[in-house]
């Protein structure tokens, strides 16, 4: 990717450049869609339904942007679904400039780790990890052939400590922070630089399935310092940041955008 000054207008950089997003119909997804289409990017918004991305595309060009390429139906768990997306991304548009990998999934109950089953062990696993792994592996190899990228990976808070009663959503998540790290070494030297984003609470429907659980919100709030949870318009500045052409130093690492939830004990 061409290097720009943080002076130069942002505008100017993403005006033709391709920008594929997972997940990015609800949530920090769609935030992040809606923040690269401000910029003038070509977006490929990718799901599993077809009437949320459509919602996304109609918002996307409500506010001036270019029409989005909708890619639904895609299960990022299943290896010929996202080797399909990246081949149509490919004749389409012939490069790939910037990867968000985005689609996750909370686990279904809270449980002990003994109590997990082996069935909803491999469903998040499945999702969260396996999903940011065949993502990587089709997105690569288009952006060496576009002189390199930027990827964004959403790891969590979850990743970085433990949370009870989700042990499987946290393997996932500490899981996507070392993928990311070694796929950041391995293509160091191509120019693509690869980050995780690691979110705090955030309003999404993500969040719900945790706020659901008994005394959920209670108990998010009482670990957030600032007494609130964030907004998927702040992680999605943040996504858009991690991937601006003059970070072409910063890659193999995790921004934490939570409040304070890590920085440590509220007493």
Not at 87 to 116: P, T, Y
Not at 135 to 155: A, D, Q
């Amino acid at each position: 990717m061409t290097q720009v000054h943080p002076s130069a207008s942002q505008a100017d950089y993403w005006n033709d450049k391709v920008v594929f997003i997972t997940g990015a119909s609800s949530g920090i997804g769609q935030a992040s869609a809606l923040a690269f289409a401000r910029l003038g990017a070509q977006l490929i918004l990718v799901g599993r339904a077809e009437a949320p991305l459509l919602k996304t595309q109609q918002e996307i060009e409500a506010a001036g942007g270019k029409k989005p390429l909708c890619i639904s139906g895609c299960d990022v768990s299943v290896e010929s679904h996202v080797a399909d997306a990246l081949k149509e991304v490919e004749s389409r548009f012939g490069r790939l400039d910037a990867a968000f990998n985005n689609a996750g999934m909370a686990q279904s109950v809270a449980a002990g780790m003994a109590d997990i089953s082996a069935e909803e062990w491999n469903r998040v696993l499945d999702v969260n990890l396996r999903g940011v792994f065949f993502s990587m592996k089709y997105e690569i190899p288009l952006m060496l052939k576009s002189g390199g990228g930027r990827i964004v990976n959403t790891s969590s808070v979850a990743g970085e400590i433990g949370f009870a009663g989700v042990s499987a959503y946290c393997a996932s998540k500490w899981g996507v922070i070392g993928l990311t790290k070694a796929a950041a070494l391995d293509y160091a030297r191509h120019n693509i630089c690869i980050n995780a984003l690691c979110p705090g609470p955030v309003e999404t429907p993500l969040l719900d399935k945790f706020l659901s659980m008994p005394d959920g919100r209670e108990k998010i709030l009482a670990h957030q310092p600032d007494g609130r949870v964030g907004q998927p318009g702040e992680m999605a500045e943040t996504v858009v940041s991690m991937c601006a052409p003059w970070n072409s130093f910063m890659t193999g690492t995790t921004v934490t955008v939570d409040g304070g939830q890590t920085a440590g004990i509220i007493f």
